[in-house]
């Protein structure tokens, strides 16, 4: 019964860096995005995310 308490714990470790991973990502994408639209005078100079 510990080995597969001890899977379980290494799944959810597992399974939360790569979302941590995938936001950081997301992330940087959404900045690189919010920029190239603020040089293409889509958003307003002075608009920033939430």
Same mark, same amino acid.
């Given at each position: 019964? /510990?080995?597969?308490? #001890? $899977? #379980?714990?290494?799944?959810?470790?597992?399974?939360?860096? $790569?979302? #941590?991973?995938?936001?950081?990502?997301?992330?940087? &994408? $959404?900045?690189?995005? /919010?920029?190239?639209? &603020? /040089?293409?005078?889509?958003?307003?100079?002075? #608009? &920033?995310?939430?």
């Amino acid at each position: 019964m /510990e080995n597969l308490g #001890f $899977i #379980f714990g290494i799944t959810g470790m597992s399974m939360g860096v $790569i979302g #941590f991973v995938f936001g950081v990502i997301s992330m940087s &994408k $959404i900045d690189k995005l /919010e920029k190239r639209l &603020k /040089e293409l005078d889509v958003l307003n100079q002075d #608009f &920033k995310s939430s």
